[in-house]
């Protein structure tokens, strides 16, 4: 498998597999958190050979980027890619801003807080509801040309937000929610990427943790946007797939990252991690090449997902 993927037009070049941290620093969003353990999993997955760690304002208002900011000091910058986002205007109760003025200000804490010159990805987090997208986009191809970031991406925006941004031609990458059991990407967005040559990340790979083989149907509960007979389909197709990663001597969660791995639609899959354990389990994903018998068996067991 060829490892390394170009970013949409640009020279940012990355392996296919990243760090999630929204469990690093993420207090606002995830309970007992603790910050030694942020720093510890940053570090593995740098160890390990992870070289792109994909952050955001939002994971705790800033704390991710400065745990980052913090262990990259002791590493080549030049081997790492740092990715971030920023829409919550933090003077304006957290609600999105795509201003230009927001969007460069934005830009500059980042870069405080990441203890960095540049941002290889910098991504508008969310939409707002009044800045023309194209002019949003402009903004940062300023920041672009001056060196302050390296790719302009965007996220959680809808297809048609996606194209007023990239009216330019100046998007590289998009980020948004896709997993085997949340498709809807495949049939409108993906052609799009594709077409305009625009890189694409997914958050939520795993579907917070229900394509890793941990969960049984007694667990339904918590999975209360499927209904019984979804969930029932849903644990049968990750059985499916506990067998073919029995073949590989692999993890359930190892298979399915190796299938996003070989997706052609797909750039950079970022798995997040609270323990440098699960770092650890995540990069083993590297070492599993699967067969185009097996990637097509697990596109089929999740074919009523799409």
């Known amino acids: ?13 990355s392996k296919k597999i990243g760090l999630g941290t929204n469990k690093v620093g993420g207090h606002n969003l995830f309970d007992n958190l603790k910050d030694e353990d942020g720093y510890a999993v940053v570090k593995k997955a740098i160890d390990s050979g992870i070289t792109t760690l994909d ?12 745990i980052i900011g913090d262990v990259i000091q002791d590493y080549d910058r030049s081997k790492l890619v740092i990715a971030t986002k920023a829409a919550q205007d933090p003077d304006n109760d957290l609600k999105n801003n795509n201003s230009p003025k927001f969007l460069k200000a934005a830009v500059d804490s980042a870069l405080k807080r990441l203890k960095t010159d540049y941002i290889d990805i910098f991504y508008i987090h969310f939409p707002d509801e009044t800045t023309p997208k194209d002019e ?3 903004a940062l191809n300023e920041l672009k040309k001056a060196g302050k970031i390296r790719a302009i991406g965007v996220s959680n ?13 100046l998007v590289d990458i998009v980020e948004d929610n896709y997993s ?21 990340v997914p958050y ?14 007694a667990d339904h509960k918590k999975f209360s946007q499927y209904t019984e007979a979804q969930y029932t389909d849903l644990l049968a197709a990750v059985e499916q797939v506990r067998k073919i990663a029995d073949k590989y001597e692999a993890s359930v969660a190892q298979v399915i ?7 052609p639609d797909i750039s950079i899959v970022i798995p997040g991690a ?5 770092v650890e389990q995540n990069v083993k994903a590297l070492d599993v090449e699967l067969r185009n018998s097996d990637y097509h068996a697990i596109d089929e067991a999740f074919a009523d997902f799409a």
Do not use: C
């Open 157 to 169: 925006f809808s297809l048609d937000q996606i194209k007023e941004a990239n009216k330019d031609g």
């Open 274 to 278: 609270r323990k440098p354990e699960q």
């Open 55 to 66: 952050t955001a304002y939002m994971y705790g208002l800033g704390r991710s980027e400065e």
């Open 180 to 200: 085997l059991v949340h498709r809807n990407a495949e049939s409108e967005l993906f052609p799009y990427l594709r077409a305009n040559n625009i890189s694409f």
């Open 204 to 217: 939520f790979p795993l579907a917070s943790g229900l394509l890793t083989g941990k969960y049984s149907a």
């Open 257 to 263: 990252l190796a299938w996003y791995m070989k997706n």
């Open 136 to 138: 949003a986009v402009r």
């Open 1 to 13: 498998m060829n490892n390394l993927i170009k970013i949409g037009n640009t020279e940012v070049t």
